[in-house]
């Protein structure tokens, strides 16, 4: 099992990205894909979307209504799209994926696949 994150970037507040999240090793579609992030200067990472393998999306209050979760199943990739982003959502974003998980969860103990996470910097 392989995830590999991109599209992160250097984006000005009220700016978008799109992030990627590539799978190898294993179809997306039988795994619970989330995204999770690392602020500046803190060790936790906050669980911030995740599809379920029925396509049920689960989002931290944070980023609701501003990042939407998709799948591209013939790609096998994992998409997290961030609108009008704000300075609180800088930080390394990362892909992780969980097995035999029917329903969703922004927990991450529970993911036992992580990808090395793509760094978003937000400036005014």
């Known amino acids: 099992v392989q995830l590999v994150e991109s599209g992160g970037e250097l984006v000005q507040t009220g700016g978008s990205l799109r992030l990627s999240c590539a799978a190898s090793?294993?179809?997306?579609?039988?795994?619970?894909i989330g995204w999770f992030r690392q602020a500046p200067g803190k060790s936790e990472r906050e669980g911030i979307a995740c599809i379920s393998t029925t396509n049920k999306i689960e989002y931290a209050d944070s980023v609701k209504g501003r990042f939407t979760i998709s799948r591209d199943s013939a790609k096998n990739i994992v998409y997290l799209q961030m609108n009008n982003l704000k300075h609180d959502d800088a930080g390394i974003y990362y892909c992780?994926?969980?097995?035999?998980?029917?329903?969703?969860?922004?927990?991450?103990?529970?993911?036992?696949?992580w990808g090395r996470g793509t760094q978003v910097t937000v400036s005014s």
């Open positions: 992780t994926a969980l097995e035999d998980y029917t329903g969703t969860t922004l927990t991450k103990y529970s993911y036992d696949h």
């Open positions: 090793g294993f179809t997306t579609d039988e795994f619970l």
